[in-house]
C-alpha cells in the first residue's frame, strides 16, 4: 500500500508540472502575440487583404470598423456606402461637418485639418483603418501607418471615380460602390438625353474662394458631372492651353468675360460669400447675358466643390435637372 501511495503521488506531481508548463506556454504565446500585435496596426482585427494605392501595398482588416478619414471626399465615400467613420479631418478649425451628409455625420470627431492632420488625436480613436490623400498628406503617411492600416488614394479632382473605388475596395464594399458608380452614371446620361441635345448648353462654373475668384473646367469634380451629363462648356472654360484643366483664376475686373447659357456659382466661406455677393452686386456682372435673362444659380459649395463623390454627384444631377430643363424645353 505504502508503494501504490507513494506511486501516485509522484503521478499527481508530473501532472501538477505538465499542467503548469503548458500554462505557461500560453502565457507566452499570449505575450508573443500582443507584442505582434503593437508593431502591426490592425493586426488583432481579424483576418487582412492587401490594397494597393497611392503609397504601395497595404493590409486591410477584411471588415473595418473604427475608419479615420482625413479628405472631405473620403467623407461622401462613407456615406455613399452607409458607413460612418469615427473621424474626419476637414479643411479647417472652424468648418463642420458637410451639412448634406445629414446629422448622423455631425457626432463624427475632428481629428484636425486636411493639411495637418492631428496624429495623436487620431490614435485616440483607435481605428482599423485611416483613408487619406498622397496629394494632400503625403508627408504624414509614415506617421499614421504606426497608428494603423493607411490607405492613401493619389490626386483630386479628375480622378474621384478611382478614388471612389478604391476606397470603397479598402473599407470591404467593393461590389457595393461599383453598383453606386454605375447607377449615378446612369441617372447622368437619362438627364442628358431628357435635355435633348446637351451640348448645346454652355455651362459656366464660378467660385469664390476668400482670396480669388475660380472658373472651374472639364477636370474639377462638378467639371466630370457635367461632362457626364453630357452638357457643353464656354471655350474660356475648357482651359484648353493648360496642363491643369481644373480651374484657372479670374480677377473681379474680368469677371465680365465669364459667359455661357447657364452660370452655377458658389463661395467658399463666409469671407467668400461676402465678396461673391459684392462682385455678382457690381455693373460687370449684371450685364452678363446670362444674368440678364436670369440663368445664374448659386448652389451649395459642400455639394458642387467640396463634395467629390457619388452622393455630392448625385446632388449635382438633381440641381441640374432642376435649373437646366426649362431652358431645354
Not at 505504502?2 to 503521488?9: C, F
Not at 499542467?19 to 502591426?40: E, F, P
Not at 497611392?54 to 486591410?60: D, F, Q, R, S
Not at 456659382?265 to 459684392?278: D, I, R
Amino acid at each position: 500500500m505504502r508503494r501504490t501511495s507513494e506511486g501516485n503521488a509522484v503521478k499527481f506531481n508530473g501532472l501538477r508540472w505538465r499542467l503548469a508548463q503548458g500554462a505557461a506556454a500560453m502565457v507566452t504565446a499570449g505575450l508573443a502575440l500582443t507584442a505582434c500585435g503593437s508593431g502591426d496596426p490592425g493586426s488583432s482585427s481579424g483576418p487582412t487583404r492587401p490594397i494597393k494605392h497611392a503609397m504601395g501595398e497595404t493590409k486591410v482588416p477584411e471588415h473595418p470598423k473604427r475608419i479615420v478619414v482625413l479628405d472631405q471626399d473620403k467623407l461622401d465615400t462613407l456615406y455613399t456606402l452607409g458607413v460612418t467613420p469615427v473621424g474626419a479631418a476637414l479643411p479647417d478649425q472652424t468648418a463642420g461637418m458637410p451639412k448634406y451628409l445629414g446629422d448622423s455625420f455631425t457626432k463624427i470627431k475632428s481629428v484636425g485639418t486636411l493639411q495637418e492632420p492631428d496624429t495623436e488625436a487620431i490614435a485616440a480613436l483607435k481605428p482599423d483603418l485611416i483613408l487619406g490623400s498622397k496629394f494632400r498628406q503625403e508627408k504624414f503617411y509614415g506617421e499614421l501607418s504606426k497608428v494603423a492600416p493607411t490607405v492613401f488614394t493619389d490626386r483630386v479632382g479628375i480622378t474621384w471615380k478611382q478614388n471612389f473605388l478604391l476606397d470603397a475596395d479598402a473599407v470591404g464594399k467593393k461590389a457595393e460602390g461599383e453598383q453606386k458608380l454605375k447607377a449615378y452614371e446612369q441617372r447622368a446620361k437619362e438627364l442628358g438625353g431628357g435635355l435633348g441635345d446637351p451640348a448645346k448648353l454652355k455651362i459656366s462654373l464660378i467660385r469664390f474662394r476668400p482670396d480669388e475668384i475660380r472658373q472651374y473646367g472639364p477636370e474639377s469634380f462638378a467639371g466630370i458631372v457635367l461632362n457626364d451629363v453630357g452638357l457643353g462648356r464656354p471655350e474660356g472654360q475648357l482651359l484648353a492651353d493648360k496642363s491643369d484643366k481644373r480651374f484657372a483664376t479670374i480677377s473681379p475686373e474680368r469677371i465680365d468675360e465669364v459667359n455661357g447659357d447657364m452660370i452655377f456659382v458658389s463661395a467658399f466661406g463666409e469671407k467668400a460669400a461676402q465678396e461673391q455677393a459684392k462682385v455678382t452686386a457690381g455693373p460687370l456682372w449684371q450685364k452678363l447675358p446670362a444674368v440678364k435673362a436670369g440663368h445664374a444659380q448659386m448652389v451649395d459649395d459642400e455639394i458642387w466643390m467640396t463634395g467629390i463623390g457619388v452622393t455630392a454627384a448625385n446632388k449635382i444631377v438633381d440641381d441640374l435637372r432642376k435649373y437646366l430643363t426649362p431652358l431645354a424645353g
